[in-house]
């Protein structure tokens, strides 16, 4: 158990559906990742929270955006969903403390299996 | 931008063979190397990781070694159990934070 939770484990909605993905990081944790994991691309990095702020952020879809709540967990939206986007969506969480990111180990939830029919 | 090239799967093996599964990278400066599993339904979990040049992650019988010569971050086990049957991901992270991973290499043990 890595002590990132999220929530909920499997996902089935419909295409042009909004669903909303959560995740809570290990207690001290301040940053929180976001990734996605489908057959065709593989595991993407989607994008970063550091204690309440966007940080980074990659191959991520304008339908999609993320925050992070002042008690550290963060919420992924995915808005007109499409068939595309069916896959596991991960969340991870490191300590980062401010001025020393670059080798501090990520530690991954479980994953919510988003299936859009 | 980084990169993460891995050895193409399926890979199958008998329980006790040798196990090399290949990584080599590409990135600016000085990343840090880690391999990811992941078990059956599960999330990733960090199997081993190496922060610089010639340094050597080891982990449950497993090993990989850093080496900037080739940018490779190969990973090794001596003896292969069942158990040990799993997706394994090679991943970089440099100072912009992110993992950027290779495309999974699936293992499967026999026994």
């Known amino acids: 158990d890595s002590g990132v939770t999220q929530t909920p484990k499997h996902l089935i909605t419909a295409t042009g559906q909004r669903v909303t993905l959560r995740c809570s990081p290990r207690?001290?944790?301040?940053?929180v990742y976001w990734y996605q994991q489908s057959l065709d691309q593989g595991l993407q990095f989607l994008i970063q929270?550091?204690?309440?702020?966007?940080?980074a952020k990659g191959n991520i879809l304008e339908r999609f955006s993320a925050q992070q709540f002042p008690d550290l967990h963060s919420e992924l939206n995915l808005s007109s969903l499409e068939l595309g986007d069916s896959a596991l969506y991960f969340c991870?969480?490191?300590?980062?403390?401010?001025?020393?990111?670059?080798?501090?180990?990520?530690?991954f939830g479980p994953g919510t299996r988003l299936t859009v029919l | 931008g980084n990169s993460v090239t891995q050895m193409e799967g399926p890979v199958t093996l008998s329980e006790e063979a040798f196990l090399t599964i290949n990584c080599t990278y590409t990135?600016?400066?000085?990343?840090?190397l880690f391999w990811y599993v992941q078990y059956p339904g599960e999330g990733l979990q960090l199997l081993l990781k190496?922060?610089?040049?010639?340094d050597k992650g080891s982990n449950k019988g497993f090993e990989a070694t850093y080496r900037k010569e080739t940018t490779s971050f190969h990973l090794e086990k001596g003896s292969v159990q069942v158990s040990d049957s799993a997706v394994y991901f090679c991943?970089?992270?440099?100072?912009?934070?992110?993992?950027?991973f290779g495309t999974g290499t699936r293992l499967t043990i026999i026994p």
């Open positions: 991943a970089l992270r440099g100072g912009n934070e992110k993992l950027t």
């Open positions: 990135a600016t400066g000085y990343p840090s």
């Open positions: 190496a922060t610089k040049a010639d």
């Open positions: 207690s001290g944790d301040l940053s």
């Open positions: 991870a969480s490191s300590v980062d403390p401010a001025g020393f990111s670059s080798y501090n180990e990520q530690f």
């Open positions: 929270y550091y204690n309440g702020e966007e940080r």
